[in-house]
Structure formats: C-alpha cells, structure tokens
C-alpha cells in the first residue's frame, strides 16, 4: 500500500481560477467573432431585416393572385395553393402578400369553389331602343291576309273571290270611301298601273316614245315598266291613249303577250269557236284569245259563252283575268267560278 502525498490546496484554487479565466476569454473571443460578422453582413445585405424572426404563429398567409383583367381565367376554378414553410426570413423585392384584413372589403371572392364550376353568365340583349320585345312561339304571321272590305262588293258579288284575293296582297286598291267601284270601265293608264303592281317581272329593256305622254304624267313610270315587261305597246301613230278605257280583247292580248311563254294551239280558230261572238274578235287578237281560253285566263260575265272583245273592261273583270294569269303562273292558288272559260276537249 503506498501513500500519497497530501495535495496542496494552493494548486486546487488555481485550477480553479484558470479555468474561469478561460471562460472570460472564450466569451470575449465569440462576441469579437459575432461583431465581427454582424459588421460584414450588415455592409453586405443592407436590406436584411434583423428584426424579422421566423415564426410558425404570425406566418403571413398566402393569397390566390388577383383576377386576369380579361377575365379569361374566371371560368376555371383555382387550384389549392399548398402553403410553403418559410424557413428563413426573405429580402422584400417589392411584391408584399395582402393582409388578412383586406379580405373582409371584397365583394366578390376571386377563388370559386372547387365543387361547384363557375359557369358564365349570358346575359339577355338588350334592344338599343329601350323597348322589350316578347315573342310568343304560337303567334304566327297569316299566310294569306286578310281581304280589303269595300262597300260596293258583297259577298254574293261575282267577282268578290277575285277581288278579295287581289285587295289581300295590295294588287288592287280601293277609293278613299272604301268603295271599290267594280263596274267602272279601266283606262289604258289604269291598267298599266294594275299590270305594274301585280307583276314584278325583268324587263326586256324594250322603251317606247308615245307623242301623247308628257313628261309628269301620273302613269308615266307605270306604262314604261309595262313596256318593258312585255305586257302593252301603242298605236301605229305612236300613241298610247292613256284616257282610253281598254277593251276586253285588248286586256287578254297584253296578258298573253306579257307571259310570253304560253303555247298556241294547232287550231285557234276551233278554240275560239265556243264563243258566240267569235266572229267579232279581231284578227290580229284571234290567236292569243285562243291561247287565253286553253290557259284558263278569260273570264266571262254573265255568260260564259259571250266574249264581248269590244266591250269596255271594267274593274272587277280586269281584276279577275289577272287573278287568272297569277294563278297560271303559280303565284296564286286556283279558286271556283262559274265564269271561268273552260274550253272544249
């Protein structure tokens, strides 16, 4: 067994003592390194906000960015932003997130629920002028509208199926006292105001002078447009005799001759023989009289069978031998008389 030496308390305090003086200097040391360092990234990063510690608890909260302008990336919903973790404190560059408090003045969320597609909103034209038209799906304009009613024509009148037709379209006009005057015999002039409203066909650019036209007659356009369809022509003396009434024969040639494309029988004068008076039709007028009756054009009252080429034509059978030819052109539907010319087979 061997004995130590007794220790000497002078030693132990000194150890002590030297090692609290370590302490001081290592102390000294760290805080001469930290200003040091303090110093060279202060002058480095001038902006480093030391004040700006990371927190979980006053993380600031990301917001979805602000609506295109355009309004194109309304119609699709915004994804779920996963939140980042900020890890270390972040230079300001200019672009700042939105506080919480701001969110509570929108008026309109700029994130739609992912659940429920935002659809866009159409919303209903507006008419410039300020008034709101209401379409009904079962009001329906009329095919056919409806006849004119004139004083002087009863239902039981012969020609009121012809009449009524024509006033229905505005191809016949009445007179300011709803009269329609039917037995009023038709000037030359009148007539080609009637061929001028009833036919719209392309003219042959066929133009006549006539010596007894002035320039502001009333009928002027009208009988240069019936010209030209083909439909009138003059005298030999280049006249047009506008004030003349227009005989009967006169009518069924202008409307054969505006048509144009009628056939003529092989035997004219077999075709015009039903009629009593045939020997009284002229010549020049016997063939197209005769393509009229196998066309259904010539309509005779009281009786059929009498022609009457000389006779004066008055308004309601100038109205019914153009419903006539309408009808043979496919313009109007056909319709019952008893005076209708039905030629022989």
Same mark, same amino acid.
Request: glycine share 6%.
């Given at each position: 067994?061997?004995? =130590?030496?007794?220790?000497?308390?002078?030693?132990?305090?000194?150890?002590?003592?030297?090692?609290?003086?370590?302490? &001081?200097? &290592?102390?000294?040391?760290?805080?001469?390194?930290?200003?040091?360092?303090?110093?060279?990234?202060?002058?480095?990063?001038?902006?480093?906000?030391?004040?700006?510690?990371?927190?979980?608890?006053?993380?600031?909260?990301?917001?979805?960015?602000?609506?295109?302008?355009?309004?194109?990336?309304?119609?699709?919903?915004?994804?779920?932003?996963?939140?980042?973790?900020?890890?270390?404190?972040?230079?300001?560059?200019?672009?700042?997130?939105?506080?919480?408090?701001?969110?509570?003045?929108?008026?309109?969320?700029?994130?739609?629920?992912?659940?429920?597609?935002? +659809?866009?909103? #159409?919303?209903?034209?507006?008419?410039?002028?300020?008034?709101?038209?209401?379409?009904?799906?079962?009001?329906?304009?009329?095919?056919?509208?409806?006849?004119?009613?004139?004083?002087?024509?009863?239902?039981?009148?012969?020609?009121?199926?012809?009449?009524?037709? =024509?006033?229905?379209?505005?191809? &016949?006009?009445?007179?300011?006292?709803?009269?329609? +005057?039917?037995?009023?015999?038709?000037?030359?002039?009148?007539?080609?105001?009637?061929?001028?409203?009833?036919?719209?066909?392309?003219?042959?650019?066929?133009?006549?002078?006539?010596?007894?036209?002035?320039?502001?007659?009333?009928?002027?356009?009208? &009988?240069?447009?019936?010209?030209?369809?083909?439909? +009138?022509?003059?005298?030999?003396?280049?006249?047009?005799?506008?004030?003349?009434?227009?005989?009967?024969?006169?009518?069924?040639?202008? =409307?054969?001759?505006?048509?144009?494309?009628?056939?003529?029988?092989?035997?004219?004068?077999? #075709?015009?023989?039903?009629?009593?008076?045939?020997?009284?039709?002229?010549?020049?007028?016997?063939?197209?009289?005769?393509?009229?009756?196998?066309?259904? =054009?010539?309509?005779?009252?009281?009786?059929?069978?009498?022609?009457?080429?000389?006779?004066?034509?008055?308004?309601?059978?100038?109205?019914?031998?153009?419903?006539?030819?309408?009808?043979?052109?496919?313009? +109007?539907?056909?319709?019952?008389?008893?005076?209708?010319?039905?030629?022989?087979?």
């Amino acid at each position: 067994m061997t004995n =130590l030496p007794p220790s000497d308390p002078r030693s132990s305090s000194q150890r002590r003592s030297w090692d609290y003086d370590e302490l &001081i200097g &290592i102390l000294v040391a760290f805080a001469a390194i930290g200003g040091i360092l303090f110093w060279v990234l202060g002058r480095r990063f001038p902006d480093w906000d030391w004040t700006r510690l990371p927190s979980t608890f006053n993380r600031p909260v990301p917001t979805a960015p602000a609506p295109d302008s355009t309004g194109a990336n309304n119609l699709l919903p915004t994804p779920v932003v996963p939140t980042p973790t900020v890890t270390v404190p972040t230079p300001t560059t200019g672009t700042t997130a939105q506080p919480e408090e701001d969110k509570d003045t929108e008026i309109i969320s700029s994130q739609p629920s992912l659940s429920t597609p935002v +659809l866009p909103i #159409v919303p209903p034209a507006t008419p410039t002028d300020g008034n709101f038209l209401v379409t009904s799906p079962v009001d329906k304009m009329p095919t056919i509208p409806a006849p004119k009613e004139f004083t002087d024509v009863p239902d039981n009148f012969w020609a009121s199926k012809f009449i009524d037709t =024509l006033s229905s379209r505005n191809v &016949i006009k009445g007179f300011n006292d709803n009269s329609f +005057l039917p037995n009023k015999p038709v000037t030359r002039a009148e007539f080609a105001s009637i061929l001028q409203q009833a036919f719209d066909k392309a003219g042959t650019g066929k133009v006549l002078q006539f010596s007894d036209i002035s320039g502001d007659f009333w009928a002027k356009g009208a &009988i240069n447009k019936s010209v030209g369809m083909g439909f +009138l022509s003059g005298y030999p003396d280049s006249n047009f005799k506008p004030e003349q009434p227009i005989p009967r024969v006169q009518v069924i040639v202008a =409307l054969v001759s505006g048509l144009g494309n009628l056939k003529a029988p092989a035997n004219p004068e077999q #075709v015009i023989s039903i009629y009593k008076d045939a020997k009284d039709i002229p010549n020049y007028a016997k063939e197209k009289v005769a393509i009229a009756t196998t066309n259904g =054009l010539v309509v005779n009252h009281p009786d059929p069978q009498a022609f009457a080429p000389n006779r004066e034509a008055t308004r309601a059978e100038v109205t019914a031998m153009i419903h006539q030819t309408l009808v043979r052109m496919g313009r +109007l539907p056909a319709i019952e008389s008893e005076y209708i010319v039905k030629p022989r087979r």
